[in-house]
């Protein structure tokens, strides 16, 4: 009994310690990735005698990148575009709004979210698991946090274009749509129906709209 009482006590700590974990940490001072790796791993390292400045160096998100039918231009920073940010457990985003552009609801599945208001007026804020909604209007200068894993979302509620600057504790934090995620994926349509109380017509219009990168 004392065995199967140790064991049930090694796998809950095991799963707590691992659902509380984020990156792990590094145990050099940087990993430059082998150009064409196919995975980041400590082991597939440049020679740190080949590694130059330039590999700590993003310039990718200088100017907005292409907007989306929801008035977002959003450019992630992480480490399949930026490879200096490999073991280094953190990344970046910068995110445009036009004129009434939203951020719709989505989540980072590896990550906690903070967003510094660069310019411009956002209506920002997160669910909790309690389906309460934790929301406000945030300004330039005034940075917000969207907890690890808990769906959040910005409007850009001002009267011209506003950007925020979004920083995580991941180097490959995920992202999941919820409205491409539902109708946007391969669920079962009667699911969605009657999850919904949406009509199978209604369910094929969303699903045209939604489909993958329809949102993006």
Known sequence: ????????FAITFHNY??????DPD???DFCIPIADSATYLVHSCKNSSTVTVEDFVFTGIKTPGKFSQTGLSSTSVNVN??????????????????????NVPH????????????????????VDTQN???AKV????????????????QMNVGDTPATILGSFDSQNPGLQRIPSAVFGSGIKEEL??????LSAKEIAHLRRRLAPHGLE
Do not use: C, W
């Open 1 to 8: 009994m004392s065995l199967k009482l140790a064991a049930i």
């Open 107 to 126: 989540f980072h599945p590896r990550a906690t979210e903070i967003a510094f208001v660069l310019q411009g007026k956002l209506y920002s804020g997160f």
């Open 138 to 153: 945030i300004e330039k200068g005034e940075v917000m946090v969207f907890p690890r894993g808990l769906l959040h979302f």
């Open 81 to 102: 575009v930026f490879p200096g940010l490999n073991t280094l457990g953190m990344s970046f985003v910068r995110a445009d709004f036009e004129v009434g552009g939203i």
């Open 132 to 134: 309460r909604v934790f």
């Open 17 to 22: 310690y691992v659902s509380l974990a984020s």
């Open 26 to 28: 590094p145990v050099q």
């Open 192 to 197: 969605l129906e009657k999850s919904f109380g």
